[in-house]
Nanobody, 124 residues
Framework: QVQLVESGGGLVQAGGSLRLSCAASGLTISSFAMGWFRQAPGKEREFVAA????????RYADSVKGRFTISKDDAKSTVYLQMNNLTPEDTAVYYC?????????????????WGQGTQVTVSS
């Protein structure tokens, strides 16, 4: 049974940082790409970042490029999202997802397992 469990969300002031973690079980993250998505109230879920199976290739949404960094630790079966210089526009529920491919994909349809999400709230 595949499980993805996010943690690390919370309330932070604008300009602050958070690191999200996604602990995976029931699958080998070294064999698949992993991604982070987010959904703000009243908005559709959107792509944030993805990392390839090897960890060599990463992709980011333009809105987070230069501020967020995705990484993973295969030995710990954990994916991370380091978020710096946060703004109120980053407020959302953040979801970790496992891609059906080894390539870092940006479309939600390419992901077949999802975590329950973790809330990130950035105050101004």
């Amino acid at each position: 049974q595949v499980q993805l469990v996010e943690s690390g969300g919370g309330l932070v002031q604008a300009g602050g940082s958070l690191r999200l973690s996604c602990a995976a079980s029931g699958l080998t993250i070294s064999s698949f790409a992993m991604g982070w998505f987010r959904q703000a109230p009243g908005k559709e879920r959107e792509f944030v970042a993805a990392i390839s199976w090897s960890g060599v290739s990463t992709r980011y949404a333009d809105s987070v490029k230069g501020r967020f960094t995705i990484s993973k630790d295969d030995a710990k079966s954990t994916v991370y999202l380091q978020m710096n210089n946060l703004t109120p526009e980053d407020t959302a529920v953040y979801y970790c997802a496992n891609c059906a491919s080894g390539d870092a994909r940006v479309t939600a349809g390419s992901y077949n397992y999802w975590g329950q999400g973790t809330q990130v709230t950035v105050s101004s």
